[in-house]
């Protein structure tokens, strides 16, 4: 019974959506396991860009059931514009399951996000304002709506009719702005209409098709340094990323996972705030020269939002860590080709404090802005990677960094991302 589970290793944006559709060749599931609308998935089929954001890039596959899985919050506006959107383009989603447990995300949601963000004045955390944080926190208080609840209209239009007029109440006593009750139920009640078709026990459908012998993927959004419990809190994302979270975001086992990939960039990136010990930045806070020049070559810009991201070094510290946090099996190294014009590359291999090495990646977020990065450096390879697609086309100096990573982190890397086309790849091993 195979499970693949596919997850981030640094700060998201890692490239996880070239990986996937890879893997999705050999699947017969992709599941979105966590996260919302917040997070965005880019694949290049020849001249043709798909950006994603709630339906898994397994849906450019005729073979593959694509699934939203309980974990995720679901903005319907988003759902149905992609939806849409993928028809237009002659993308079939008939094939789309969303699960009857999935959290609904309503304007109240975005409402709150803006409002709580804005108070946090100068700490603010960097939320996309999607309303995904105040998702889960309705969720855990045990007063969300589910996607199930649109199967029944007529129930499904007074729930959201009396919890946006409560939560109408609460905006205004903290400062905000009502919400009209009576606008959102009717629109959300449309949009219950289209959604509907799609909506169904997903956690029963993922076990039968285990039974029945298919092969699953499961796929994180966001990435391990953002999960709530084991990232850089409180610049983090509202769930659980990690590749435990997907047991509890599909509803399958432990027992049922056989493999982990991990995916990490040739060099690292974050938006929005908190420390970042690698990062290539001057005097003044801004993007030095290298740092830049990672931002112009890998067109490091938001796929949702279009924010600028932060850019840096490898960390295998880092890497290290994410291994033991998601039981790893093995790394998928994406945009190795970014650095084919770089002089030299540098990799983090420690964190240095107060003359010390430590010993491991700090659980608390002051030391972790106060570490000092330990660099190996590596020759640049000054020769492009693409069109590279075994271990032999790669020039010696990147199949140098590979092998650093390889003995840092303790497991092997299979495969690497050589430019941005969806065949752009090595596979090792």
Known sequence: MPVTVVVGTQWGDEGKAKVIDLLSRTHSHVVRYQGGHNAGHTVVVGSEKYALQLIPSGVLYDHVTPVIGNGVVVDLPTLVNEIDTLESRGVSCARLRVSSRAHLIFPWHQAHDALAEDKRGDDKIGTTLKGIGPAYADKARRVGIRAGEVLNPGRFAELVRQRAKEESAVLVALGGTAVDADAIAARFTELAHRIA???????????????????????????????????????????????????????????????????????????????????????????????????????????????????????????????????????????????????????????????????????????????????????????????????????????GLIELVERNVGVPVTMVGTGPERDDCVVRG
């Open 197 to 399: 078709p799609y909506v169904a026990d997903t956690v029963n459908g993922l076990h039968d098709a285990l039974a029945a012998g298919s092969s699953l993927l499961l796929e994180g959004a966001q990435a391990t340094f953002l999960d709530i419990d084991h990232g850089t809190y409180p610049f983090v994302t509202s769930s659980n990323p990690i590749a435990g979270g997907a047991c509890a975001g599909t509803g399958l086992g432990p027992r049922d996972i056989t493999r982990v990939v991990g995916i990490a960039k040739a060099y690292t990136t974050r938006v929005g705030s908190g420390p970042f010990p690698t990062e290539l930045v001057d005097a003044d806070g801004e993007p030095d020269v290298l740092g830049t020049a990672l931002i112009d070559i890998g067109h490091e810009y938001g796929t949702v939002t279009g924010r600028r991201r932060r850019t840096g070094w490898l960390d295998l510290v880092m890497l290290r860590h994410a291994v033991r946090v998601n039981s790893l099996t093995e790394i998928a190294l994406t945009k190795l080709d970014v650095l084919d014009t770089f002089d030299e590359v540098k990799v983090c291999t420690d964190y240095r404090l107060d003359g010390e090495i430590l010993g491991g990646y700090p659980d608390l977020i002051d030391v972790l802005a106060e570490v000092e990065p330990v660099y190996t450096t590596i020759p640049g390879w000054k020769t492009t990677l693409r069109g590279a697609r075994t271990d032999s086309d790669l020039h010696p100096n990147a199949r």
